[in-house]
């Protein structure tokens, strides 16, 4: 079973503009077009089973049509998370419109959407959602005090103390560019990290002790697409040199236990 828990899809007529906007913030190559043919076509080839995608809406006028893209777009296979704003008017209805369609899960991205990501007002939101869906997180960027750190490790488990059952999925291994401190704020905590646009930054040696020590029970395969496909990033976690049971844990078996979990 191939799971892959970090996928951006996005419509053809936009695909082109976002896939260079990623390239310049990021300042990595975006390897794929970001389209969901594209994608479909990498899950054929490759055996995945599922693939869970999502966008967030950097501005809070744009949270019913992401989700509408989500709910639409979830079917051969693809399973579309959520997004949520704190500045948006109508988060009640938001909230039942995802629940009727059977959304599981939210994204958020604070660096985007320019919130910190534990504002009262994001607290409040999380409060809201937390009985029903789970909720991933992009957390770390920049490191060199040139922007503004909307998502850290820090502010991260301040959320983790204030909403304990909250259920989380901390991307990029809890920090991107920020593994240190996820190591010493996030590492053995009650939350899920992916593995999306870690390997060949994070060195393999600090990668496989982080999913030591933080559990491979809690580790998910998270492929970062456009940046990487889900078949890259298997064959880079099989660099790390981790027991075949391991690897099969976060390719497939931790993800199908969450899901179940989910009702999925």
């Not at 890259?232 to 040199?241: G, M």
Request: proline share 5%; glycine share 8%; with cysteine.
């Amino acid at each position: 079973m191939l799971i892959d828990m970090h996928v951006h899809v996005f419509p053809d007529t936009i695909a082109p503009k976002v896939k260079e906007q990623l390239n310049h913030h990021y300042g990595l190559p975006v390897h794929h077009q970001g389209t969901r043919q594209e994608f479909k076509n990498i899950m054929r080839l490759g055996h995945v089973d599922t693939a869970v995608f999502f966008t967030a809406a950097t501005r809070p006028d744009q949270v019913p049509a992401a989700n509408h893209w989500a709910i639409t777009n979830t079917r051969d296979g693809l399973l579309g998370f959520g997004t949520l704003h704190p500045d948006y008017d109508n988060i009640e209805g938001e909230i039942k419109k995802l629940k009727k369609a059977g959304v599981k899960g939210i994204k958020f991205h604070p660096d985007f959407q320019q919130f910190y990501l534990d504002d009262p007002k994001a607290l409040a939101l999380y409060e809201k959602i937390a009985r029903d869906f789970v909720v991933i997180f992009h957390i770390g960027d920049d490191t060199d005090g040139s922007k503004i750190n909307y998502s850290t490790p820090e502010r991260l488990a301040r959320v983790l103390d204030y909403i304990p059952g909250l259920r989380v999925i901390a991307a990029h291994m809890g920090g991107y560019l920020m593994w240190d401190r996820s190591l010493k704020h996030l590492v053995g905590k009650k939350l899920y990290f992916d593995t999306s646009s870690c390997y060949g930054i994070l060195p393999n040696e600090q990668f496989k002790f982080m999913i030591k020590e933080h559990g491979v029970d809690k580790i998910l395969l998270g492929s970062d697409y456009p940046f990487n496909s889900p078949l890259t990033e298997v064959a880079n976690l099989t660099q790390l040199a981790l027991a075949e049971k391991e690897l099969q844990a976060i390719t497939g078996e931790n993800a199908r236990a969450l899901m179940a979990s989910l009702g999925l």
